[in-house]
């Protein structure tokens, strides 16, 4: 993929991933409801792992030259974690703000969840089209194979391709 570039989106969805980190821990208390801070909890592990695994995934298979950011993929990687989701740092981000909203049940929290979850959607978007631009037909074949960031139909996918 081209260079990581600061667009109004990523600074966008940044503040508000903030903000609502903040309110979680700082302002309101964590809902007294334990189901919902355990499941809070669980997606935000989950969402850990799709932050982080890109990152040793695209330097080892995208092509990336020494000493460069693992963003500067000179090859399309559609194995292990990108065989089931196209984004999955886009994923952890909106996973995230999902455990924000469980852990902490309150509106504001909720509302500042949606609207950086659609800002996310927007930057996914134009990740697509990055991708169609620098590898053409082969990433829009990736495309019509590996959803965007629904992980469970990817691994659905995965589990009939198998079997």
Same mark, same amino acid.
């Given at each position: &993929?081209k260079?990581?570039?600061? #667009?109004?989106?990523?600074? !966008?969805?940044?503040? $508000? ?5 903040? $309110? %979680? ?8 409801? =334990? ?13 850990? /792992?799709? =932050? ?5 995934? $695209? ?5 990336? =030259?020494? !000493? %460069? ?10 194995t ?14 909106? $996973?995230? #703000?999902?455990?924000? &909203? ?10 500042? !969840?949606?609207? #950086? ?12 089209? *990055? ?7 082969? /990433?829009? *074949?990736? &495309?019509?194979?590996?959803?965007q960031?629904?992980?469970?139909a !990817? ?9």
């Amino acid at each position: &993929m081209k260079n990581w570039k600061c #667009s109004w989106t990523v600074v !966008g969805l940044s503040v $508000l991933l903030v903000i609502q980190y903040i $309110l %979680t821990f700082f302002v309101y208390k964590l809902t007294p409801y =334990a189901i919902l801070q355990w499941l809070g909890w669980a997606i935000w592990l989950i969402s850990i /792992y799709f =932050a982080i695994a890109p990152i040793f995934i $695209l330097k080892k298979k995208g092509g990336v =030259a020494k !000493g %460069t950011s693992y963003v500067n993929t000179t090859q399309l990687v559609d194995t292990n974690l990108y065989a089931i989701v196209r984004h999955p740092q886009y994923l952890a981000g909106i $996973l995230f #703000s999902i455990s924000l &909203m469980l852990l902490s049940a309150h509106w504001l929290v909720l509302l500042l !969840g949606i609207i #950086s979850s659609g800002l996310i959607y927007v930057d996914i978007q134009m990740a697509d089209q *990055e991708g169609l631009q620098q590898f053409g037909d082969t /990433y829009r *074949e990736y &495309m019509g194979r590996v959803p965007q960031i629904n992980f469970l139909a !990817g691994i659905v996918r995965q589990f009939r391709k198998r079997h």
